[in-house]
Each structure stands twice: as C-alpha cells, then as structure tokens.
C-alpha cells in the first residue's frame, strides 16, 4: 500500500514537472548564464548586431584591464584598438564565421599576455541579434612551454660544454704553467715590454679559465643541499662582499629586512651564488654612481607559498627587445659578458624549486628571486628574518 502511495506521488511530481518544464529550463539556463558570466577561469565578451559591447564580465576586466563598465556601448573594434589589442577576429564574427582558438597576444608595461578566443553568433527568431565571444587565458601554460624550451636549450648545450671544457683545460694548464715560468724569466732580467706581454696573456688566460668554469657549471648541476634556513643569515654572510664591490663603482648599497618572514628550504652556497650574481650584474649595469636595493618580502598572493628577494638598481634598465632573451645562452649585452651569469642563475633558482622574474624600466631592473617556504608547523615564521636593518650597509 505504502509503495502504491510513493509511486503515485512520483508520478504526480513528474506530470508538475513536465506542465513547468518551460520555467524550469528557463530558470537553469539563467542561473548558468549569471554563473559563466561570473566565472574566474574565462573572460566573457558579449556584443549585438552592430558590433558593440553588450556585456563583459569581471575576467575579461582582469584579463585586459580597465574599467570594464566603461566598456558598454562601444563597438568591440574600437575598444581593442584602444587597448592597443591586435584582435584575430571582425564584424565577419556577425555574419556567422564562427571560430574556435585563435590566438591573441600582446605586451603591456614589460608584461606579456597570451589568451585563446572562441567566438560565435546568437541567434533569436531565426535573426542573428548578436555575438559572444570567450577568452582563455593561458598565459601561465605558455611560459611553461617557454621555460621547457629554455631547459631543453641549456641541456644540449650543457652536454657539448662538458664534452668540450675538459678538453680544453688540459692545454690551457699546460700553456699557463709556461707563460708562468716565462714572465718570471722576463723579471728575471727586467724585460719590461715582455713583461707587459706575458701579463697580458695570463689575464686573457684566466678569463678562458673562467669561461670553462661556467661552462662546467652549466654543463653539470650541483648536488643540492636543502636544508631549512633563515634568509637573514645568508645574507649577512653574503653582503660583505657585495658591499666591497659596491665601493668600488661608488654604488649605494641598501638592504631592507622583512623580520615576520618564515624560513626558506634551499641550499645556502648556491643561494648565495644567485644573489652575488645578479648583484653584481646590478652594479655593471650602473657603472659608476647609483642605488642597489636588496629587500625580503613575502611572495605574491598569485604564488603562494615562497619568500621573495629583490635585486633592484638604478641603472638604465634593460631594452625590451633583449627582456625576453636575457635568460638564454650567450646572450649578453656586456661588451666583454659571456651570456651565462643569468642562466646559471635560472638552472639554479629552477634546482632549489624557486622561479625567477624581471622587470625594467627607464629608472632601472628589479629581479626578483622566490624561493620555496618551509612547511608550516611548530617552529612558525622565522624571527628576524632579515640580519641587518635597512640602512646604507
């Protein structure tokens, strides 16, 4: 009797739901058209038959910047012309070319952006009244292809340096064992002008030696050694000579603590090497006179999880055709550089789990070198992260 009753309701509750089928489809429709209008994943852009913006929700605001409400009426080309957006797409959008994935990309202030497009027509009483059109952000998907390529570059090269710089230091030992033993014959018997001659070859000798030593460190990773740490005590190790170094090109050195910082997980030797280098590449940069700035601070909210160390200075900044070049091999814009300082620098930030940025501008470049947090537990944040306070150091 009981089971009689619940199917009879059943089937009442179905013969309901059908009468109000029509309200019902209505409604879920809505609710996922407020619901993909809101989505945080794809910027949404509608338009109507003359090609204006009907409609942009707040990812595409975050994907283009911008007041998007301030988007309202004008026509979609119009706007990208504005934003100084090259789109893969046009009016024809209206007269039913439909498309999926075309690419869009652009730079803005230094920063690149790459999103996918779909686009197609809406249909109402069997006339076209508008279009929509969705952005997929894969910007991050994009730098990771990049980063990819960048690994696979310095692998290939990595294993002809190892080939090559074993066979090339034999000789090189040989030849300034004797140029040695010459010069000192040459004081000997105080041939000035010889003398000269034999300085010069041993320091065109030792920068050889230190080609093949980068190449060795590129060729080859060093055995990491992580171990929880407090970012302030490499520092302070570090400093003394970055401060020597300062001096010398009458360089302004300032280090800015950020004492609430929690512990990183790294190994110190090479953590220390990355600073050095891109402090010392700081100070090239500006010559004589200027400011170089190294501060802790928490890492972004984007990228949780990591404890950040900036390298910034006052120089000329770096040009933005060379920006996206400035990690690979051999490129360099030092006259006597080799082009290997910032890749060991990225393969080695890349081994201790870490990522490394840049930005640059007239006024300077900033570097900015995230590294992996401990894991949060019963020790907590690190007191006195930072070993030395801010001030000229």
Known sequence: MGDKRQQQGALRAVAQWRGDSRARRDHFIRLFANRMLADEWMGVLLVDADFRIVEAN???????????????????????ETLGLPL???????????????????????????????????????????????????????????????????KMIGQVAAGTAHEIRNPLTAIKGFVQLMKKSFDERQMTKEQEYAHIVLSEL??????????????????????????????????PMLRNEATLHDIVLLYETKPDLPPVFADKEMLKQVILNLGKNAIEAMGKGGRLLIRERHGSPSI??????????????????????????????????????L???????????????????????VFTVLIPCVASGTNGHAAGGGAIPLDDV
């Open 58 to 80: 707040p990812m595409a605001g975050d994907i283009f910047g911008g007041d998007r409400s301030a988007w309202a009426g004008q026509p979609a080309d119009v706007w990208a």
């Open 88 to 154: 893969p797409f046009g009016r024809s959008l209206l007269q039913g070319e439909a498309f999926r994935n075309r690419k869009l990309a652009w730079t803005k202030d230094g920063v690149s952006r790459e999103v996918v497009v779909d686009g197609d027509v809406l249909v109402s009483g069997g006339e076209v009244i508008g279009g929509y059109l969705l952005f997929h952000d894969v910007t991050p998907w994009m730098m990771l292809e990049e980063q990819v390529r960048r690994s696979d570059r310095l």
């Open 206 to 239: 030792d920068r050889v030696q230190d080609l093949v030593g980068e190449f060795l460190l590129l060729s080859k990773s060093k055995e990491t050694k992580l171990s929880s740490m407090r970012l302030g005590y490499v520092m302070r190790e570090m400093m």
């Open 304 to 341: 949780p999880g990591f404890v950040a160390i900036e390298v910034s200075d006052s120089g000329p900044g770096i040009p933005k055709a060379a920006l996206d070049r400035i990690f690979d091999p051999f490129y360099t814009t030092k006259e006597n550089g080799t082009g290997l300082g």
């Open 343 to 365: 890749s060991i620098c990225q393969r080695i930030v890349h081994d201790l789990g870490g990522r490394i940025q840049v930005s640059s501008s007239e006024s300077g470049t």
